[in-house]
């Protein structure tokens, strides 16, 4: 599924315009991009827990020729599914 997919699903089950739908999605991916960058967590009882963490520094090779490369630490976006989640998937 993709985001126009998704907002159409939205839309459908919510009884939302297309338009109301993109907003909300738009505005809950900006708003929990700006919570994460200021090092908050942000649960969802029952739908899943998203965090932040940090990858350090580690030495990788260049798959084609082989040579050493330095990976620089690296901040990346966690995310648990709920219990509620995970039985809709079961």
């Known amino acids: 599924m ?3 997919q998704l907002i159409d699903a939205v839309a459908a089950d919510a009884g939302l315009t297309k338009v109301d739908a993109r907003k909300a999605i738009e505005s809950f991916v900006k708003t929990t991009g700006e919570q994460l960058k200021q090092g908050e967590k942000i649960a ?3 739908f899943g827990t998203f965090s932040v963490s ?4 580690r030495e990788g090779r260049n798959p084609q020729t082989g040579a050493k ?3 620089g630490k690296k901040k990346i976006v966690k995310f648990k599914a709920g219990s509620e989640l995970n039985d ?3």
């Open 2 to 4: 993709n985001k126009t």
């Open 44 to 46: 969802l009882v029952g």
């Open 54 to 57: 940090e990858r350090p520094a």
């Open 69 to 71: 490369i330095e990976i």
């Open 88 to 90: 809709e998937v079961q």
